[in-house]
């Protein structure tokens, strides 16, 4: 046999090339893989890759410096399994790395991620495509990308996932979504809740946890409450509540079931369980102050129904709440506060914080924390609304400084509720002034002029409680508060522009403050309002009224009427009238006007700076004057008095007049006096009477220099006040006073005039002489000798305010001007049992001075109209 020969090898073709092994110790090197086509070297890449990011942050960041991240973004979707496995992972752990997340959000990778939380693949792929979703979804950007990718639906149903990874990194992304709106949302439609509730059961706390944090966010919804709730979610919570060994969960669970509470049903169905009772041992028996806090919340939720107060009331919360105000942790005293403040709805309860709690509370308005001054203010202004004695309780705690204090803080919460206590206490008058004299009305400035409208609306309504007397009223214009409170009229706010109202109807209560706030533009925003149907209240109205009554100069201009409260004073003069929207001008401008061809401006002022003139024939009379020229309020109540004797039971006699003067009285009087008195008598008196008025002239002339401006002086018109208050005032009878005043009036201002020389009557060229003497448009009234229908009627208003005479002042047209007076008319028949409804009459001043006309008279009508 030949020997065999072996068979040599087949060479491989020239074009395949041959297999290499290559160790690479650089990661630049390992990037560079990441481009290749081969499969097996890309899962080997990656596998190093992924191992490499693992070891720490400094190692991830080299990665996105080489350009790692592109490349591994579009292995992200290669066919091969293992490929796209590995780079999942690598992107699971890259993503915690803020600017790898920048990136991948620039790269739009995103519906990449969440397509492989699909239901065939890999158990791991899902665990590192959520983890990379839950790192991702930590940043609002990349929430709203996820949710408009689809991924929140996937995520749920990993949450039924196998593996304990998964579940967490689902949870946890799911946390993270719904702290946005429209993510919340969208979770009842996705039925989230039953998956979430499972979670309770896992072995792995972290998921527990997160189950109740995301409870925790999404019952903030009512929809999600109803189905937690129809998903027995409140037994799954008192369970882990009843857990001692699952104490770490009781901090979420609480703030669940407190955010649950809102909702009616929930609400019945703890009381079933006896869930509030459980509430009330976590909050007293607690030492964790977070567990404290949300317990506290809990029972706050509760409160807000009266069965619910009640029993807590039963349970002697308040003890409880009164304990967690002493708490070292800021979160339990807010909580605490909220508490009593839902909690003192409850009467009883409000009595109970009376001897205990309001101390605690107003020792927290001096933290250094604002939301727990905010809360602590918050309990005092529920405490004190409506009841004096928490009021008082909290005013002896010195709690007034403090709340004065807040009205400067920066959040506005508490201002609003620093106010509300300030107002609750200013009801009591001794408090009131305690607040007052502290500069309430500076502290107030800042929170009138906040863009915060209950903040406005309550400093306005502080304003009002405060503002109640002149000194207030003063220093809340010397501190400049009129302007930012007459804004606020301005306001679209119902409730702002109706405190504002009402605060301005407080400051006009004096003459001086209406007059400023006038000047300042107030009375023409409330006309304005006024005029408006919806943005009218009957604050705006009184306002507007009590503007005018306390500025009756600018009254009579505007309505041509002056009822008979309305009682002029020394400053008043009459402009003539003027239209809505014309400016009228203040007095002192007009005196330093040059003299016009303007209606003249009427003026009465009986003021000085020296005392009236001691009298030395009737101390009565001299105390009338006395009171006539410092003020007509005395006189006003005494003339009251008399009037209403006179109504009930008039009287034939008449007393007799103090002075003897013909003009003052009606001619039977002087008679019944001349038969009365001697002639040497008359004489002494008169010569006594020309002393005591030659006084009064040099009274009323020579007052005090004084450096401010001043009206002009009427001695005329001081005379005239000191003649009708001695020889008119006397009189008992009220009709024969009006008669001798008319008289009195016609006298002084020319006399009787008759009706077919009324046109004869050159009154015109009299005040035009005055107005020349005077260089000045502004006329005293007493300087007038010659006057007319609306010359007579303002002094006759002027002298009838000065010694109680009730009469009105009415303005016609073309230049007419007329009194009304009430008076009981004895012919007519009374109501049963009361007196009888009195007439109104004209008083007649030109034709028949003295004479009355009854207001609906034809011979009444003439002396208005003709």
């Known amino acids: 046999m030949g020997k065999k020969i072996k068979k040599e090898a087949e060479p491989p073709p020239k074009d395949v090339f041959d297999p290499l092994t290559i160790e690479s110790k650089k990661v630049a090197t390992v990037v560079l893989m990441l481009n290749s086509p081969e499969e097996e070297i890309l899962a080997k890449a990656c596998e190093a890759i992924y191992k490499f990011a693992l070891k720490g942050e400094e190692n991830k960041t080299t990665l996105l410096e080489l350009g790692a991240v592109e490349p591994l ?61 839950a790192n991702m979804s930590a940043e609002y950007t990349s929430k709203v990308q996820i949710f408009e990718h689809g991924g929140l639906e996937p995520l749920i149903r990993l949450l039924s996932s196998p593996d304990p990874d998964v579940k967490k990194n689902s949870i946890e992304c799911i946390y993270n979504l719904v702290q946005d709106f429209k993510c919340r949302a969208t979770l009842p439609e996705l039925n989230a809740i039953p998956p979430i509730l499972e979670l309770f059961k896992s072995e792995y706390p972290i998921i527990q946890l997160l189950a109740l944090k995301t409870l925790g966010v999404i019952t903030n919804d009512k929809e999600s409450r109803a189905m937690l709730r129809d998903n027995q979610g409140m037994d799954h919570l008192i369970k882990i509540l009843e857990a001692k060994e699952l104490n770490d969960l009781h901090i979420e669970a609480l703030s669940v079931i407190a955010n649950c509470l809102e909702d009616m049903d929930t609400m019945v169905q703890i009381q079933q369980t006896g869930g509030l009772k459980k509430l009330l041992v976590f909050a007293e028996n607690s030492t964790i102050p977070d567990i404290q806090k949300n317990a506290a919340k809990a029972i706050t939720k509760a409160a807000y129904d009266p069965e619910n107060r009640k029993f807590f009331h039963e349970q002697e919360v308040e003890k409880c709440l009164v304990t967690l105000l002493g708490s070292e942790s800021d979160g339990t005293k807010i909580a605490a506060s909220q508490a009593i403040s839902v909690m003192c709805e409850n009467l009883s309860s409000k009595e109970f914080f009376n001897h205990q709690g309001i101390p605690q509370l107003v020792q927290l308005l001096k933290s250094d924390n604002e939301e727990v001054r905010e809360a602590a203010a918050l309990a005092l202004a529920n405490l004190t609304t409506c009841n004096p004695t928490n009021a008082n309780a909290a005013a002896e705690a010195d709690g007034i400084d403090p709340l004065i204090n807040i009205l400067s803080s920066k959040r506005d919460g508490a201002v609003a509720n620093a106010a509300t206590v300030l107002t609750n206490m200013a009801m009591q008058e001794a408090l009131r002034v305690s607040i007052q004299s502290r500069d309430i009305m500076h502290a107030l400035i800042g929170p009138l002029h906040s863009a915060n409208m209950v903040v406005q609306s309550k400093a306005a309504l502080t304003i009002a409680a405060t503002a109640c007397d002149v000194e207030a009223r003063a220093e809340l214009r010397n501190s400049g508060g009129l302007e930012p409170l007459i804004e606020l009229l301005r306001s679209k706010n119902d409730e702002v522009r109706r405190h504002a109202s009402w605060a301005v109807m407080v400051c006009a209560s004096d003459e001086l403050m209406a007059s400023e706030l006038c000047r300042l533009g107030a009375l023409d925003i409330l006309e304005e309002i006024n005029l408006s149907v919806s943005r009218k209240n009957k604050f705006s109205e009184v306002a507007y009224n009590k503007l005018l009554n306390n500025h009756l100069s600018l009254k009579y201009s505007q309505t041509g009427y002056l009822s008979s409260s309305n009682i002029i004073s020394d400053g008043f003069y009459d402009y003539g009238r003027i239209n809505p929207g014309t400016k009228f001008w203040p007095l002192k401008d007009l005196c330093l006007q040059e003299p016009n061809d303007l209606r003249t401006v009427l003026l009465v002022n009986s003021k000085s700076d020296v005392s009236p003139p001691p009298s030395t024939e009737d101390k009565s009379s001299d105390i009338g004057y006395g009171r006539s020229i410092s003020s007509s309020s005395s006189l006003r109540r005494a003339s009251k008095e008399k009037a209403s004797a006179g109504f009930g039971s008039p009287t034939e006699d008449k007393s007799e007049p103090a002075s003897g003067r013909n003009t003052a009285v009606s001619k039977s009087a002087a008679k019944e006096k001349g038969s009365r008195k001697s002639k040497g008598k008359k004489e002494e008196e008169k010569l006594k009477e020309e002393e005591e008025v030659t006084v009064v002239l040099k009274w009323a002339g020579e007052g005090s220099p004084d450096k401010e401006w001043s009206p002009p002086a009427d001695p005329d018109f001081c005379v005239y006040v000191y003649e009708v208050t001695k020889s008119i005032l006397p009189i008992t009878n009220i009709r024969e006073q009006i008669e001798a005043l008319a008289k009195y009036v016609a006298e002084k201002m020319g006399g009787k005039i008759s009706k077919d020389k009324l046109q004869d009557f050159s009154w015109e060229l009299h005040i035009s002489e005055l107005k020349f003497q ?55 028949k009374g ?36």
């Open 73 to 133: 973004t579009k292995l992200l979707t290669h066919e091969d399994k293992i490929v796209r496995r590995n780079a999942t992972m690598i992107f699971g752990i890259m993503a915690s790395n803020n600017d790898v997340k920048k990136l991948l959000r620039e790269l739009d990778v995103m519906n990449s991620v969440i397509a492989q939380l699909a239901p065939e693949e890999e158990v791991v792929i899902h665990e590192f495509a959520s983890l990379c979703l």
């Open 774 to 828: 005077l260089k000045s448009n502004v006329v005293p009234i007493g300087q007038i000798k010659k006057g007319i229908f609306y010359h007579r009627a303002l002094l006759f208003k002027a002298l009838a305010d000065k010694i109680g005479i009730g009469c009105s002042l009415v303005r016609g047209e073309y230049g007419r001007a007329w009194n009304e007076v009430k008076l009981m008319n004895e012919s007519q």
């Open 831 to 866: 109501v049963i049992g009361g007196l009888p409804p009195p007439e109104v009459y004209i008083v007649d001043l030109i034709f028949h001075p003295g004479g009355l006309m009854k207001l609906k008279s034809k011979e009444a009508d003439r002396y208005r109209f003709l």
